[in-house]
């Protein structure tokens, strides 16, 4: 099935640091959400944006809507341990489906 | 209040065999999906229902796959003659509305099958 471009892979970081992840698609989407996923669990909304440039802050994290609306990023400043998991992006096409079309995820872990 | 929840939690069958998957969406959601998640991947769509329609299934694999909603909130997720390919983890999410605005997907925890 479709996936969208998520990058990097993954990420190594010291705990404290910045960390910054985006997704790519050759689609426009009309609504991007960014999840978080926890081992053996579902994925936790953490941000949704709606609108083309809107950028959107949810504590630590920020998010924004590519222009193009084929793009998305989202920055997690002064990461701590619980920030470990993978993010996943997530694209809504609109119009008559409300399907959602994920990225390939971001894996992220903390060294204290 | 509670979140979207799913049973079994895990399934484990045989090759061949029939299992049905249960959500049970947030009160008040009128929008549901299914979705599967195959290990080191996201999440890929299945079937979305508005209350008791399906209004897109173009997800579904095969006609193996089958789901229903007939009273507009539990959801169940019917495979008929499992593959060893069917094994994933089957997650479904539920939306206030179906349409653009306020379209945010709450998902549960999952249903692990495991087809041997």
């Known amino acids: 099935g479709q996936q969208l471009n998520q990058s990097p892979q993954s990420m190594f970081i010291q705990e404290g640091e910045d960390v910054s992840m985006n997704c790519t698609s050759s689609s426009i989407f009309n609504t991007w959400l960014w999840y978080k996923q926890d081992p053996g669990e579902g994925p936790v909304l953490l941000i949704a944006?709606?609108?083309?440039?809107e950028l959107t802050s949810n504590g630590r994290l920020t998010a924004q809507f590519g222009i193009t609306r084929k793009d998305s990023f989202l920055n997690i400043s002064a990461s701590i341990p619980s920030d470990v998991g993978i993010y996943f992006c997530a694209g809504l096409l609109g119009g008559a489906t409300n399907k959602l079309i994920f990225g390939t995820g971001t894996l992220l872990a903390v060294q204290p | 209040g509670a979140g979207v929840s799913q049973t079994p939690s895990n399934k484990v069958t045989e090759k061949g065999k029939y299992v049905e998957l249960r959500c049970d969406p947030i009160s008040g959601h009128t929008a549901l999906y299914w979705y599967r998640q195959s290990l080191g991947q996201g999440p890929e769509f299945l079937i979305y229902f508005q209350g008791t329609g399906a209004a897109d299934d173009s997800g579904l694999p095969n006609d193996r796959f089958f789901a229903v909603r007939p009273e507009g909130s539990v959801s169940t997720l019917k495979i008929q003659r499992t593959e060893r390919g069917d094994s994933a983890v089957y997650l479904c999410?539920?939306?206030?509305?179906?349409?653009?605005?306020?379209?945010?997907?709450?998902f549960g925890p999952g249903t692990r099958l495991t087809v041997l």
């Open positions: 944006l709606y609108k083309a440039g």
């Open positions: 999410a539920s939306s206030l509305m179906g349409t653009s605005g306020g379209n945010e997907q709450f």
